[in-house]
């Protein structure tokens, strides 16, 4: 039976003994004698999802983990699979989505600074916390579940506490935290971070992306909430490759169900609950798991209007391979060849993986090494190339639930001066009139339109193309999309997807013509 199940599961009273009197009686006093027991003699063991749920947690924090990374194998070598691992998935993400607001919460009814805290007790009291006010779980099931959780992972002592501290918890409805939270801040926007879970300095952040972008401000209440949602996953038809029709009838003979994509051609969504994997096209790489904004910038750069050869394309930072993959299908259909370069071997080998069912000769090779010296080694050597540079990733927050709580404004600092040195290699490495795609997983103006603008004004030679009319070009027939406000400038050419408008990713896309 799953977890959420047996939480919801009736009490039977009513076994009569082997001489046919009712038992009820016996078990309330067996409750009330427990109930007096003391923490240590109690049940020490509880469920598997939730034990899943809280490893994970501690693996991130203690080891800098990735739960999309961590979570999977964990529940294969524990064999939760079902509804347990969908409620061990909700609860580890969910718990690290929204560990702000827990936080927060959990701040009122804690008598000593959280910092202060154990971590291996703060994890189990955010786990509580997400159960109690963010999942459909009922009250007494996750206080109960969540103290024989703490007793059988960090001990009794702590495990009253934590039975203290929940049951405070959960005598405030979810609004009346929120409001809480809200009227308590100093200004509007820390208690929209606060309440919505976001670090101030990313909930600023994203708030001038938007106006920068051409969208109202007041849109980052919308914003902060679909980073909060979980996403539904993507898969790509991979053209030559894999047919998207033909993709779902496969899929049908899986019991998989897919849905096509609502803006990209290439894009199938799958059901929730639906496993990837079971796909033959998945396994043999015909087809992969990408976000379909990701597909929608990479369909843009292939589609885009060139003038002269079209024979050699590059991905410059091409790890871990879905945009390379995607690339390379299309240049297969096209008679181009593709270089893909990664500066990690163990991202390039990925590449490697993602691009095993393309055609020989199609993929000219796998590069490793760093991409600010292609530019140097290889200049005008390429028709189209793709900088997809590394960046804060604040656009896949609603995927990376952990990375909001990693990055810091000072890793700007360090990522900007080498997305300009990547974009300056990538036009160097472009032939004269060829075209460079510069995008990022970041919708942050130090991160997209600043680079750019840097980078034309140092290096010259390089002039803006409309982004906007490519990608329009690269939708489903029929389709229309809201791409924000035209600001009349060379801004107005580019294109800044957003999770709450268009259900992808933050991908941003600039598209170049090198000039000189």
Partial sequence: MSADRRDRAPRRDDHRDSKGRQRGAARSRGDAQRSAQAPGQRRRRTDPARTAAYDVLRQVDGSDAYANLVLP???????????????????????????????????????????????????????????????????HAAVSETVA???????????????????????????DWLARLTEEAP???????????????????????????????????????????????????????ADAGALRDQARDADVRLEPGRWAPTALVLAAGSDPAALPAVADARAGV???????????????????????WLDLCAGPGGKAALLAALAGERGATLVANEVQPHRARLVERALRAVPDGVVERVRTGDGREVGADEPAAYDRVLVDAPCTGLGALRRRPESRWRRTPADLGTLTVLQRELLTSALDAV????????????????????????????????ERVDARAALRAALVPGAEIDLGADDGGAHGLDVQL???VHGTDAMHLTLLRRTA
Avoid: K
């Avoid at 992306?209 to 909430?225: F, K, N």
């Avoid at 942050?444 to 600043?450: F, G, I, K, V």
């Fill in 498 to 500: 957003w999770p709450h």
């Fill in 187 to 241: 200004d509007p926007t820390t208690g929209l971070a606060t309440a919505g879970s976001h670090p101030v300095w990313i909930a600023r952040a994203l708030r001038e992306a938007l106006a920068g972008h051409g969208r109202s401000p007041d849109e980052i209440v919308d914003l902060l909430d679909a980073d909060n949602t979980a996403p539904r996953v993507t898969l790509v038809a991979r053209p030559g490759l």
């Fill in 149 to 175: 959780l703490a007793r059988d992972r960090v001990g009794a002592g702590p495990a009253q506490m934590v039975n203290a501290v929940l049951r405070a918890v959960g005598r405030t409805p979810l609004e």
């Fill in 73 to 139: 194998p964990l529940l294969r070598e524990r064999r939760i699979a079902g509804r347990d691992a969908a409620f061990a998935t909700e609860l580890a993400y969910g718990t690290l989505r929204l560990r702000g607001r827990y936080d927060a919460v959990l701040a009122h009814c804690v008598t000593r600074p959280l910092d202060q805290l154990d971590p291996e007790v703060l994890d189990v009291l955010r786990l509580g916390a997400h159960q109690l006010l963010g999942m459909r779980v009922p009250s």
């Fill in 431 to 462: 032939r004269p009139g060829g075209l460079v795609a510069y995008v990022t997983c970041s919708p942050h103006l130090a991160e997209t339109r600043l680079v750019v603008d840097d980078v034309l004004r140092r290096r010259g030679g390089a």
């Fill in 290 to 312: 990408q976000d379909e904004g990701s597909q929608l910038v990479t369909l843009a750069l292939a589609g885009a209007p060139l003038e002269g050869a079209d024979a050699r």
